[in-house]
């Protein structure tokens, strides 16, 4: 999970422009192996936690450079689904 802070808040929007915007970092992923799966965005737009899979925090850290996304902190996690059961 890479947790970001956008001061400004993040600005995508639901637009040609938008889909564009993400497509680029989807691409910067593809060159280091990454994969965005999903993200999560607080009420102010100023804070995200985005779900990876990745190679490597490096290839994380690479790829958003690239994308000219900021950092604030990695942390490897794994699922927990709280619908599984035993028969």
Do not use: Q
Request: net charge neutral.
């Amino acid at each position: 999970m890479v947790e970001r802070t956008f001061p400004d808040g993040l600005k995508i929007p639901m637009t040609d422009v938008g889909a564009r915007i993400c497509r680029s970092v989807v691409d910067a992923n593809a060159v280091h192996r990454v994969t965005w799966v999903h993200s999560y965005v607080n009420r102010d737009r100023a804070r995200t936690f985005c779900i990876y899979d990745a190679p490597t925090p490096e290839a994380m850290r690479k790829a958003a450079k690239d994308a000219s996304l900021p950092v604030d902190d990695i942390t490897e996690v794994s699922v927990i689904d709280p619908y599984f059961h035993r028969s």
